[in-house]
């Protein structure tokens, strides 16, 4: 249990950097800690104790595996986060071109 | 299972000292520190796939962040500053966020199984008839491109939406003033 | 874009057709071991983005890779959809496995999914080399 709650601390110090940081890039690197978390959280729920990773090397003996289906969940899951992390660095870059600062706050005040 | 505990122990580590270090290229490695312990804590649990993906895709978020932060600037000038209204407001809001979440968290963990027995309800049909229906025996490819292929399909459908939005957010046509 | 040093030059030169020839071996081998479309491409993008950092490249030459790789991108897009709609047409089920089995741990069995792997890992490896390729354009647009 203890394992599964270091898995959210994880995502609460995410989520930390994303409501109290005013610089972007960090608000971008809680996203990405988020997105660990959940991932690792899935992984470490579909284990067992003794089982080998969901590879079949021998046709005819019984399985012991570990949970396939949480590891197919995430695998297309990383290759996304990786997509919309590039997005979200885009729109950061274009701001900074536009107003010169990662600062929300400066630019809340630069606007209009 | 000490080595997850330490690998756990490192990861959270890094994740505060990412989120408190005024350079920003320090906290960019933090987060490669952070996703590389990740990835081999999918080693430790047994899912070599996620292993190889983690370990390709964290150098390549490492390597865009890095090319962001040499086009811009790497001082975080806003750690040192005193702390305004709104966000002392935003403090309190997390806390008392952070309070509701660790109760819904310590309800729905009385649901899950314990670390390390997995209940494998729908699992073990997988693993039962992947061979035999598919033919492929990486149980993961089976289920990601026959069992459950629509859900592939969808993501390929988000990773198209962001390539088309990181492309188009950076053309240089229309951009005159 | 100027590249790198030489020693980084040279350890590129020796290093970046392994990664290719690995990429392709975990994309082809998805069905029988570890690793599959999503890694593949993942490597090869890899591959590419290495050679890009090392050598560094001229801008037009950069914006016509980038118009290819989002054409390359489609294609994978495009095939992937294409073997489901062929289910569709052959056997009546949208993504049905519906060529032979084979025998299992060779390298053509599983039916149709080392095609799924291989239009999956050119989509993915297209789409982030094209990614990165954007984001390399910046320089241009900062200098402005």
Request: charged share 15%.
């Amino acid at each position: 249990m203890i394992i599964f709650a270091s898995c959210i601390i994880l995502f609460l110090i995410g989520l930390y950097a994303i409501v109290t940081k005013r610089n972007l890039i960090k608000i971008a690197i809680g996203f990405a800690f988020i997105e660990y978390a959940v991932n690792l959280l899935f992984a470490l729920i579909g284990f067992k104790h003794g089982a080998l990773a969901p590879i079949i090397t021998q046709v005819n003996t019984p399985h012991n595996f570990v949970d396939p289906i949480p590891q197919a969940l995430v695998l297309t899951a990383i290759v996304i986060a990786l997509g919309t992390t590039a997005l979200m660095l885009t729109v950061i870059l274009r701001i900074y071109n536009r107003y010169k600062t990662f600062d929300i706050a400066e630019i809340k005040k630069l606007k209009g | 299972m000490i080595e997850l505990y330490l690998f756990l122990i490192f990861m959270l580590i890094a994740a505060i000292i990412a989120t408190e270090i005024k350079d920003l290229l320090a906290a960019v490695i933090s987060l490669g520190a952070v996703g590389f312990a990740v990835a081999i804590m999918f080693i430790l649990v047994q899912a070599p796939d996620l292993a190889i993906v983690q370990i390709v895709v964290e150098v390549l978020t490492v390597v865009i962040f890095v090319a962001v932060i040499l086009r811009t600037t790497h001082i975080d000038e806003t750690i040192g500053k005193k702390l305004k209204g709104t966000q002392i407001l935003s403090i309190v809001l997390y806390a008392f966020f952070t309070i509701l979440f660790l109760i819904v968290v310590f309800r729905s963990f009385q649901e899950l199984p314990e670390f390390g027995n997995a209940t494998m309800k729908v699992a073990s049909e997988y693993i039962k008839l992947g061979l035999p229906q598919t033919g492929g025996t990486n149980i993961v490819a089976d289920v990601i491109l026959d069992f459950r292929a629509l859900d592939t399909l969808g993501e390929a459908t988000v990773l198209f939406t962001s390539v088309i939005g990181v492309v188009a957010l950076m053309r240089k046509v229309g951009r005159k003033k | 874009m100027r590249g790198m040093s030489l020693i980084v030059k040279t350890i590129t030169n020796i290093t970046v057709g392994f990664m290719f020839i690995y990429g392709l071996y975990i994309i082809l081998h998805g069905h029988l071991t570890p690793g599959g479309g999503f890694a593949g491409g993942v490597i090869v993008a890899g591959a590419f983005v290495l050679k890009i950092l090392a050598f560094g490249s001229e801008r037009s030459a950069e914006k016509k890779s980038a118009t290819r790789a989002s054409i390359f991108e489609s294609i994978g897009g495009l095939l992937f959809i294409g073997i489901a709609m062929s289910a569709l047409l052959v056997a009546g089920t949208f993504f049905l496995n519906f060529l032979p089995k084979g025998t299992p741990f060779h390298l053509l069995s599983a039916g149709i999914i080392p095609f799924c792997n291989i239009a999956i890992s050119i989509k993915v490896g297209a789409g982030l080399f094209s990614i990165f390729l954007a984001l390399g354009a910046m320089k241009y647009i900062m200098e402005d």
